[in-house]
Every structure is written in structure tokens, then in C-alpha cells.
């Protein structure tokens, strides 16, 4: 959900849906971690399990999966750095947290597909994918609008941002 904007200057576009969403959605995911499962740590996505395999997290009140989500304890770190322009504050206390305390981040590779916080156990794997979202969210965060700059040409801004002025979502 938060990839897009890296690129897509969505919360600027539709101040009035994706602009709203975007902040909401990340203030689930803290509330979500922090308060009702109350694992000390938040950001779900798609991610290696710790213990082997691989599966959707997420956070079942705002999901689309018909059976819902289930957070299970399982971190994934690339989430924080996909909620840098809604809450930089809280995403970077929560990566040097889940470092700290599990050691999530290796020297030599980078953050850690996931972490199980229940029981400690961080994912042997550093997904490619991952990385990228990562790099994409420390670009866009030192240099906001850098990534968004060839969807800001004429033909991609003449055709989806009217799109996005229009949509009106509603709480």
C-alpha cells in the first residue's frame, strides 16, 4: 500500500483520499503493533517467516483478503521504511528498536526480511524486493520527489492525476 506513493505522488494528487489513507494506514499498523497486540513493535507486510517459508502479515482491520490477516508476531522491517514520510519520528525509533533488540539489521546485507518479536527469532533472508523498498524510502526521504520526477511528465500527470483529484474516500 505504501510502495506506489514512493513513485506516485499520490498524497499530493488526492489530498482528500490516498493523502488521508496513507497516514491512517500507518497509524494502524503502530496501534496495531503497540497497543492491540501489544508486541512493542509494528510494520506488516508480505515477508519470510522466521522459522522457514514464506506468507502475507498484516493488519486484519484494513486488509483486502477475505479471511483476513494475522499479524502472528512477525515484523517486517521494510515496513517502517515504507511509513518514513507519514511518521519518520516513529519509524526510525522502531528499526534501531527491532536492531537493539533482535538484531535485525546485518552489516554486510542490510535489514532482515522479518523478525518474529514473540519469540526472537529473525528471518535468515534479505529479500531483494525488500531492499529495494528500502533504498526507494531512504531516496525519497533524503530527497522528497526525486523517485516521483518521470511521473510528474505530461503524459503520466495529464492522465492519472486527474484521476486521483476526483476520488473521495470516506472514513
Known amino acids: 500500500a505504501l510502495m506506489v506513493p514512493l513513485f506516485v505522488p499520490e498524497s499530493e494528487w ?4 490516498w493523502g488521508a489513507t496513507h497516514r491512517r494506514y500507518v497509524r494502524s499498523h503502530i496501534e496495531h503493533g503497540l497497543i492491540e497486540e501489544d508486541l512493542g513493535y509494528w510494520g506488516f507486510s508480505p515477508a519470510s517467516i522466521p522459522a522457514g517459508g ?3 502479515y498484516g493488519v486484519d482491520a484494513i486488509g483486502m483478503q ?4 494475522n499479524s502472528l508476531g512477525v515484523v517486517t522491517p521494510h515496513a517502517s521504511f515504507l511509513a518514513l ?4 519520528t516513529e519509524a526510525l525509533a522502531n528499526l534501531r528498536a527491532l536492531d537493539r533488540a533482535f538484531g535485525a539489521y546485518d552489516d554486510r546485507y ?4 522479518s523478525v518474529d518479536v514473540t519469540t526472537g527469532r529473525v528471518s535468515d533472508h534479505v529479500l531483494a524486493l525488500d531492499q529495494g523498498m528500502i533504498t526507494a524510502a531512504i531516496a525519497q526521504h533524503l530527497r522528497p520527489g526525486l523517485l516521483q520526477t518521470p511521473f510528474r511528465t505530461a503524459g503520466f500527470n495529464t492522465r492519472v492525476r486527474p484521476l486521483l483529484r476526483k476520488e473521495r474516500f470516506s472514513i
Open 85 to 88: 514520510p507519514q511518521a519518520p
Open 110 to 113: 542490510g535489514f532482515r526480511d
Open 66 to 69: 477475505e479471511d483476513g490477516y
Open 14 to 17: 488526492s489530498p482528500r483520499s
Open 54 to 56: 514464506y506468507r502475507e
